[in-house]
C-alpha cells in the first residue's frame, strides 16, 4: 500500500468541533450493521467532503480502522484541497481496469486512516459505479476496514450518489443553512430511501450562531472555557 500526506488546513472551531463528535456518536450507536456511511449533499460547495474528512479522521483516531472513499469521478478536490502533493491513482482507473487494487489504496499520515481517490474525472461515473466490480470491491473493503466514509457528489444534481446508496449501510445529508429549500432536500431524502440505503439523519451545515442569540448567550462561555484549555495544555 502506497503512503501520502494529507493536510488539513481548515479553521475550525468549538461548536464544528463538537458536532463533529456527536455525529461520530451517532453514527456508533447506529448499530454494529452500520460499517459504510455515505455523506452526500443537494448542491455542491455545502461542506460535504470537509464533514467526510472529519468524520473519518475523528473515528480513525478513535482507534478504528477507517476508510476514507471518494466516489466523485465527475470534480473530486481531495487530492488539491488537502494538498496531497504525490501523484495519486483512483476509483476511475480502477474500475476502468486500468489499476489494481493494490495501486487503488493509500494510507495516510493520520492513523488508522486509509484513502481511496477518486481518480481522474469520466464521461460516465454512473455506469462505472452500476458495475459489478464496484459491488464486490465494497464487499472486499467491508472485511477490511471498521468504518469506511464514501464521499459522493450531490444527489440533488446527480444520480451517481444514489447508485452507490445501494452498496452502503447508511446515509447521511448534508444541508447549507438557508441555502437549500424543504422541497429539494426532501426530494433527496426520498430517492436516498429508493435505493434501500437507511438514512442515519441530516447535517445542518455553515450554520451563523451568531444570529441565534440564545445559543451564542449560553454556550459562548463554553467556547472561551474551551480555547483556555487548549491554550493551557499547549503551555504544559
Known sequence: MKRV???DVRKTDYYYEEAIKTLLTNIKFAGKDVKTILLTSCYPNEGKSDITFSLAREMAASGKRVLLL?????????????????SVSGLSQFLSGQIGIADLLYSTNY???????????VPNPSALLGEGIFSTL?????????????????????????IVAQKCDGAVLVVESEAVSHKVAKKVLVQIEKSGCRTLGAVLNKVDMKKDKYYSRYSGKYA????????????N
Open 70 to 86: 471518494d466516489t466523485d469521478m465527475r470534480k473530486s478536490t481531495y487530492a488539491l484541497r488537502f494538498r496531497v502533493a504525490e
Open 138 to 162: 465494497m464487499k472486499k473493503l467491508r472485511e477490511h476496514y471498521d468504518y469506511i466514509f464514501v464521499d459522493t457528489p450531490p444527489l440533488g444534481t446527480i444520480i451517481d450518489a444514489a
Open 5 to 7: 500526506s494529507m493536510q
Open 111 to 121: 492513523e488508522n486512516l486509509d484513502i481511496i481517490f477518486a481518480g481522474p474525472s
Open 224 to 235: 472561551a472555557y474551551y480555547e483556555k484549555m487548549k491554550e493551557d495544555q499547549n503551555k
